[in-house]
C-alpha cells in the first residue's frame, strides 16, 4: 500500500467530504476489510442501499482514498480497496480562511459524535439508572509510552491503569539512589457513552497544519520501532510482539498461517531477530542480555 497522501483542504470538495460521515464510514469498513469488496458485497454487510453505496464509493474514490480493482474469479465485479491505510488532511495555518475551515470541520466532527452518542445510547446504561463509566487520570508518559497506547487503543483503559515502569538507573550511581521523579505530563479523561444499535464506526482522520507536515521528517523507523515494515508487516509484529499465537493472528487478520509465517519470517529478517521474545524485547526497546551477562 503507497505512503500516505495528505489531501489540501483548501482543495475543492475536501471539506464536503470531512462533513460526509456515511461516506467514511464506508472508507473504514473498507479499510477493515483489508481485501478487495464489490459493492454487493459492501450492501450484504452495511444494509445499505446500492445506489447508495455506489454513490460513497464514486466520492472516495474521485479524492482518491479508494482504488477500483479489476473483476477476476472468485469475484465477477469490480471491487474497491482503501488506498492508504490513514486519510491525512493539511490546512495553510498561515491562512486565516484555511484555519476557519479546519476549525468548522473539528466543529461538525464533535457535533457528529453528540448526534451519534444521543441517538444511539444504550438505555441500560442511561445515568438515570446510575450506570455511567468515566476515568480521569494524570499520567507521566514517554515516547515510548505514546507508541504503545496508539497500538492498543482498544484495550487503552488497561494501559493506562497500568504502573509506569521505572526509568533505568544511571551508570555509577549507587544502588540505593532513585532516578528523578517522572512528573505528570498528560491530564487524561476518558469518556466511555455505551450505544446500540447499527451505527458503523468513522475513521480516524488526521488534521495537521500544512507548515508542521512539510516540517516533519520522513524517516523508514516509527515510532514503534519499526523500520521499513509494510502495514501487514507492522501489524503481525506488533501482534506476535503481544504474545500471540500466529494462528491467532491469522484469524484476527482473515490470512492463512501460511501467510503469517511469511510476514513473520520477513519481520525476522528486517528487524534481525530470531524468536518471537527477540522481537517483543526489540520493540519494548531492550537488548536481550546473554546468559551470566550483567
Known sequence: ????????????????????????????????????????????????????????????????????????????????????????????????????????????VRREFERCVERYADPAFHPALGVRFRQHSIQHFTKEDFAELRRRMLAVVEFLAAPRPRPPQPRGSHAVSIPPTPFCNQAISIRLDPIVGELLPLPAVWMTPRSKFKQSTVHKADKTGLPGLAPREREVALALADGLSRAHVAERMRLSVHTVATLARRVYRKLGVSSQAALAARLAGHSRRKLGER
Request: aromatic share 4%; proline share 3%; net charge neutral.
Open 1 to 108: 500500500m503507497p505512503n500516505t497522501t495528505p489531501l489540501q483542504l483548501d482543495d475543492q470538495g475536501v471539506l464536503g467530504l470531512l462533513r460526509d460521515f456515511e461516506a467514511l464510514r464506508i472508507w473504514e469498513v473498507l479499510r477493515s476489510a483489508r481485501t478487495a469488496v464489490t459493492v454487493a458485497e459492501l450492501a450484504q454487510a452495511t444494509g445499505l442501499e446500492r445506489r447508495v453505496l455506489q454513490g460513497h464509493v464514486d466520492l472516495l474514490a474521485k479524492h482518491g482514498l479508494v482504488d477500483t480493482v479489476r473483476a477476476r474469479k472468485p469475484r465477477k465485479s469490480v471491487g474497491y480497496r482503501v488506498s492508504t491505510e490513514r486519510i491525512v488532511i493539511t490546512f495553510d495555518d498561515g491562512c486565516a480562511e484555511s484555519v476557519a475551515r479546519a476549525t468548522s470541520s473539528s466543529e461538525s
